[in-house]
């Protein structure tokens, strides 16, 4: 025999021996095991997993396990192709922004609650993404975080599947209540090292296969454990409301009531409320209302079912009834009470993930929001954080917010370098690095304009551009510091001007009661079938949320009467009266046609239902499309040609001149009104004849321009204020049809779009999560702080840098007022000179006698 032929037949002995070897290896851990058994112990693993579909993942038959392969402690491998995994039993919860991992650096946090029992089980994290063709993997990393404690790391390489990491949870991290969870994302371009490369790194979190991997059997307990809650594969916790007899109005009202303190005790972000038989799975909780169920409960107002392997929480109100229901609330408001607890990093994350609110005139350090220290060695330094300015805050140019920077960069920066800070996505201000030799600061200022800042919550992005000659070549592998910031860096807010600005929907859906004051504010739906209902019972309840407290509305099918308190409608727009639609600015004729082949579909609301729950295709993946926006398929989004529109009437506002717009601008609530009232009439009189010829011009200008909605949006949200004060505020939310309003719906209260709705009108396409925000050229002011000078001073202030055509009218009109009425008083004052008249004689005379 030759050589090589000896050397062939030993390969083949060893090959046989390990396979002998691996089988006997699988005997011992069971051939009938399942991919979680498998996977449930040793060290961390990868899956990559081309279908990313869970419901269809989850009806394949489980492969048998794969061997066995070394791995190094920080970095999962893979291990299979084509394991299917299940969903995680404990999804996130939805965020107020993307899932998105952008740029060279960046991080994504979640508060995420858990019960006594679940921590002291055996639990592994696994994440589900997909990453961009141009990060390259050895030199990419994905990095999961608990509490501050890395549990893994791994190479991002994922661009043609969804990609399965898992990653044991060391014992004893994980605390009763809210921990903290974050995925960071370090990630390199493949070939291209410029700054502008670095805007094509992204890795993109699948939600649907992300979440804790807990047993089943460690559910909540009890009312004080409604956060831990499961959501589902979107982040969102939907709740069913099992009737057992159609309730009256008044009977509406009271459910309501308890859907918003459930989700208020829950302290969840997001709710999608529905009504029909009892969910099945794991996600989310059912509320029965009176019936059998109810009556074998016993006489608790409200009882607790617990979870079971094919029905999540169970809550069962006796009865209907308003003492039941009262009883049930109080429970609930209780629970709602308790302090939240978990570990110091979670309860920092949960009160995060809602921003830091202020009140104005005072300074935050940027630790307290979230920021910390960082050493950055790439090209594009991004760092961000959230702050809520009250609802009754005045969007205006009359101060500055100053946020002062503390930092340094390296020497070899190119001429482009700079910082520069976006408020809710527009740039605001920047800050050059001029110096080659680099610098350290302490005190770089920056002026950020109130006039980009808006009620509610605002989103605050620190950039550094940080570009250099190597940069062209890549050939710098050293990975050198470029930027240094420091989290005492400081942000400074003014005194705020408090009046509501209306219509402005970011100053009035986070804060109804506050415009309603003595009033219960209105819940008009005038046709109250299932979806529609459904719709507005997801509206109100996250209202209830960005307020922090239960709103006491009043339901009713007719909107005819008593007018003098807001109002919120949520109907279908063939269900809507025209008027309504034209005291919100809406051609109810051209909003019909638009949606008339949409409107007729009729589409079944169990298709849309099915529709939102699915996994994310890799398309919306890529698109980074948020999990909650979501539309069937058979909806027929484009059934209008997109060369039609919708065109906000502007006729209400036509004809209006200079004295009734300022008349009408500043609204106060208090005696400072007689004031204003004064001053606007002297103002009036004093310039009448002077403007008189401008009266066409200024109609013009405090004319609403006109708003095209493209046939796309699948919701439009609009406002109108139909009297002199904020109690006659009307708010529209409507759709082609009620299932695809149901839909929509769950796609705007999404925190990352429900955060962003500003203005007067927003349509939304809740397919893509697309939104379109229009601002009204003419609003009002009502003030609210109380009547001081102070006050009133900022507020005018605010109205004017608002509206500087009329400033300068006004400053034109005093300084001519001014010029006469000092021409005027001047003309007779003074005596006249005696000598210089008898000279002015004398030479009259002698002038007389020569011509003589």
């Avoid at 942000?491 to 009046?499: E, H, K, V």
């Avoid at 402005?504 to 415009?515: K, S, Y």
């Avoid at 600015?585 to 239902?609: F, K, S």
Wanted: aromatic share 6%.
């Amino acid at each position: 025999m030759s050589a090589d032929a000896l050397k062939d037949r030993r390969r083949a002995s060893r090959r046989l021996g390990f396979g002998l070897l691996a089988s006997a290896g699988f005997l011992l851990l069971g051939a009938g095991a399942d991919a979680q058994s498998f996977l449930g112990s040793g060290a961390p693993r990868a899956l990559a997993v081309p279908n990313a579909d869970p419901a269809a993942a989850q009806a394949q038959p489980a492969p048998d396990p794969a061997p066995l392969r070394p791995v190094r402690p920080d970095v999962a491998e893979p291990v299979a192709a084509t394991t299917a995994l299940p969903v995680p039993q404990r999804p996130l919860p939805a965020v107020g922004g993307s899932l998105r991992l952008s740029g060279e650096e960046s991080s994504l946090q979640w508060p995420v609650y858990l019960t006594d029992a679940q921590t002291r089980e055996r639990l592994r994290f696994r994440i589900g993404y997909l990453s961009a063709i141009s990060v390259v993997p050895h030199e990419s990393f994905l990095t999961a975080s608990v509490n501050d404690v890395v549990i893994g790391r791994t190479e991002i390489k994922a661009p043609g599947a969804v990609r399965i990491i898992e990653f044991e949870v060391p014992p004893g991290l994980l605390k009763p209540g809210y921990n903290a969870v974050t995925i960071a994302g370090s990630q390199r371009h493949r070939v291209d090292c410029s700054l502008q490369a670095t805007f094509e790194l992204w890795t993109q979190i699948d939600p649907s296969w992300t979440g804790f991997v807990v047993p089943q059997a460690t559910e909540a307990g009890g009312l004080r454990g409604l956060p831990a809650v499961m959501p589902d594969a979107r982040g969102i916790v939907p709740i069913r409301v099992v009737l057992g007899n159609r309730p009256a109005f008044a009977g509406f009202e009271r459910i309501l009531a308890v859907l918003q303190h459930i989700a208020l005790a829950g302290r969840y972000s997001q709710v999608a409320v529905d009504f029909g038989p009892a969910l099945s799975g794991r996600a989310g909780l059912n509320l029965v209302v009176g019936g059998a169920q109810a009556e074998a409960a016993g006489s608790q107002p409200l009882s607790i079912e617990p979870a079971q392997a094919d029905r999540p929480l169970t809550l069962v109100l006796a009865g209907d009834g308003p003492a039941e229901m009262d009883a049930a609330i109080q429970a609930l408001r209780a629970a709602a009470a308790a302090e939240p607890v978990g570990s110091p990093q979670g309860l920092q994350a949960f009160a995060l993930a809602r921003g830091v609110p202020t009140r104005g005139g005072e300074t935050l350090r940027l630790s307290a929001l979230g920021v910390s220290n960082r050493e950055f060695a790439g090209r594009l330094f991004r760092t961000g954080f959230d702050v809520v300015l009250p609802t009754d805050f005045v969007p205006a140019d009359y101060a500055k917010v100053n946020l002062r920077l503390a930092g340094g960069y390296a020497a070899g920066l190119d001429v482009g370098a700079q910082v520069i800070v976006d408020i809710n996505g527009r740039n605001v201000a920047s800050l050059p690095m001029p110096r080659s030799g680099g610098d350290v600061f302490q005190d770089a200022q920056l002026a950020l304009p109130l006039g980009r800042w808006r009620p509610g919550r605002n989103r605050i992005e620190v950039s550094a551009f940080l570009p250099a000659q190597n940069d062209r070549v890549c050939e710098d592998g050293t990975e050198r510091k470029r930027f240094l910031f420091l989290s005492d860096s400081t942000l400074t807010i003014p005194n705020l001007a408090r009046a509501v600005r209306l219509p402005d929907l970011a100053a009035t859906l986070g804060d109804v009661p506050r415009l309603a004051q003595d009033r219960r504010p209105r819940l008009v739906v005038p046709a109250p079938d299932r979806d529609a209902m459904a719709a507005a019972a997801t509206i109100v309840v996250q209202m209830a949320l960005a307020a922090n407290r239960a709103i006491d509305f009043e339901l009713v099918a007719d909107q005819g009467r008593n007018r003098h308190t807001p109002t919120i409608v949520v109907a279908p727009a063939r269900a809507l009266d025209p008027d309504t639609l034209r005291a919100v600015g809406l051609n109810p004729d051209q909003i019909r046609q638009i949606w008339q082949g949409r409107a007729a579909a009729g589409q079944a609301t169990e298709t849309v239902r099915e529709a939102v729950v699915d996994g994310l295709s890799l398309d919306r993946l890529r698109s980074n499309v948020l999990p909650a926006c979501a539309l069937p398929a058979a909806a027929p989004r484009n059934a209008v040609a997109a060369s039609q529109r919708i065109r906000v009437s502007s006729a209400d506002n036509e004809g209006r001149e200079l004295a009734s717009a300022w008349s009408v601008a500043v609204r106060p609530q208090n005696t400072v009104g007689g004031y204003v009232s004064d001053l606007s009439s002297r103002f009036a009189t004093a310039t009448e004849g002077a403007l008189r010829g401008t009266a066409a011009w200024l109609s013009n200008q405090v004319q609403e321009p006109e708003i095209e909605i493209g046939p796309q949006a699948s919701l439009v949200v609009s406002q109108g204020v139909s009297g002199r004060d904020m109690n006659s505020l009307v708010t529209v939310f409507t759709a082609p049809n009620a299932a695809t309003l149901a839909a929509s719906a769950i796609c705007l209260t999404a925190p990352a779009i429900w955060n962003r709705l500003e203005g007067r009108t927003v349509s939304l396409d809740a397919d893509t999560g697309t939104l379109a925000q229009y601002e009204a050229k003419q609003a009002a002011f009502f003030e609210t702080g109380g009547g001081s000078f102070e006050n009133m001073r900022l507020v005018m202030a605010g109205w004017f840098s608002t509206n500087p055509t009329f400033f300068a009218l006004i400053l034109f009109a005093a300084a001519v007022t001014l010029g006469l009425s000092t021409t005027a008083m001047l003309r007779g004052v003074g005596r006249s000179n005696p000598g210089r008249q008898g000279a002015a004689a004398g030479t009259e005379t002698e002038t007389g006698e020569a011509s003589r």
